[in-house]
Nanobody, 116 residues
């Protein structure tokens, strides 16, 4: 089992920045993907940014150049630096770890609201 806890969400004005953190605990091994998804009201959950096995990064087209995903070497923590935020980035952001490409674990989510 992997337990994930997100932090760092909040209210920010358009053009502003936020940094989300995800702390992982439990049996953290064979993690093949870790990163962030989001879900806006009335929409499906979507990939935002993840680190894949081997250290590669995948980003949603809508956040490329604005968001950066990073993690520590122990895979205990993953961050999402969000710059130049837009109202359409408003969503609940979820941390996700995938183990052995089979088992997925999710945090409880943190609200990000971009509004003036």
């Amino acid at each position: 089992q992997v337990h994930l806890v997100e932090s760092g969400g909040g209210l920010v004005q358009p053009g502003g920045s936020l940094r989300l953190s995800c702390a992982a605990s439990g049996t953290i091994f064979s993690i093949t993907t870790m990163g962030w998804y989001r879900q806006a009201p009335g929409k499906q959950r979507e990939l935002v940014a993840v680190i894949t096995d081997g250290g590669g990064r995948r980003y949603a087209d809508s956040v490329k150049g604005r968001f950066t995903v990073s993690g520590d070497n122990t895979r205990n923590t993953v961050w999402l630096q969000m710059n130049s935020l837009k109202p359409e980035d408003t969503a609940v952001y979820y941390c996700c770890y995938i183990q052995d490409d089979k088992y997925d674990y999710w945090g409880q989510g943190t609200q990000v609201t971009v509004s003036s």
